[in-house]
């Protein structure tokens, strides 16, 4: 019984040390890891490796006591010591490189070069004063303006360029400056437009003009590159009671010009409220019979 304890207590040094020794190892080395922390489930092999020892030696103790361990031996059919050790062994190895793999080892690296062709985005955006309306909070203009920031964060090496309208429209050139276009926004207002008014389909000439300008100048700078995907995306609360928004969407159509429009504002409408030009609210905007 003492020399069974003692390849036991052997057996479980000479695994414990291995297992430690390979944790060390696989830290030491110049090696990436997906999760380097998953290294620390090597100290659950360990436990399994006690757990199977301490199996073996309640075996061992139990046979004592049935009868003279020399003269069970002989009665006893089964597996050796040693090949119980060897398969333990290997289950313990076993283990060991499953929880490695689990880590996911990396080694090696290289540069590579990856092209990425943006789209060219134009946002239009309706300042006319009925966007003052706060039936969205705080208000049509500044709900489209936060709904536009979030775009702007997500984008990345896409072209934006802006079309402001109202009656009439102002422009911001196409750019990979984003911080730029969100500064243009915030500090445009709807009483900062020249004529009032929503003319859609005036907005959506201009924004194929504004692509047709971008897309002449990229032309001139790089002729081997690829033409782009190019959509327009239109935030109104109102109808175009100035032009023909149907007529101006089909000839962007037909240039390859994508239009997506997004509604802001409810159904029942709202009350527009006026400002004065110190910013101080005057009441809402009356029709001729003051209705």
Do not use: C, N
Request: aromatic share 6%; proline share 4%.
């Amino acid at each position: 019984m003492a020399l069974m304890r003692g390849l036991i207590w052997i057996w479980l040094s000479t695994v414990s040390v291995a297992v430690a020794g390979l944790g060390t190892l696989a830290w030491l080395l110049p090696l990436q890891w997906k999760d380097r922390g998953l290294i620390g489930l090597l100290g659950g092999v360990v436990l399994v490796a006690v757990a199977v020892a301490v199996g073996w030696w309640r075996s061992d103790r139990a046979t004592k006591r049935f009868g003279d361990p020399s003269t069970l031996r002989a009665l006893i059919v089964g597996r050796s010591v040693p090949w119980r050790m060897a398969r333990a062994t290997l289950l313990a190895l076993a283990l060991s490189l499953v929880v490695l793999a689990l880590a996911g080892p990396q080694y090696g690296s290289r540069t590579r070069v990856l092209h990425k062709r943006g789209i060219d985005l134009i946002i239009a955006l309706d300042f006319s004063k009925s966007m003052l309306a706060r039936d969205v909070r705080p208000s049509r203009i500044e709900r489209a303006k936060a709904e536009l920031t979030q775009l702007l964060q997500q984008l990345d090496g896409d072209r934006v360029g802006v079309v402001a309208f109202a009656g009439e429209t102002m422009e911001f050139p196409m750019t990979v400056d984003y911080d730029a276009i969100g500064l243009f926004l915030r500090d445009l207002g709807p009483y900062d437009m020249p004529v009032g008014g929503t003319a859609i389909g005036r907005a959506l000439i201009a924004a194929k003009r504004l692509f047709e300008r971008s897309t002449t100048a990229r032309q001139q700078e790089d002729e081997e590159e690829e033409p782009r995907t190019r959509v327009v995306v239109l935030l109104t609360d109102g109808e175009d009671h100035e032009g023909e928004p149907l007529a101006a969407a089909d000839e962007l159509a037909e240039a390859g010009i994508r239009v997506y429009t997004v509604g802001i504002g409810s159904r029942t409408g709202e009350p527009i409220p006026t400002y004065s030009a110190d910013g101080t609210w005057t009441g809402y905007l009356r029709d001729e019979d003051g209705q």
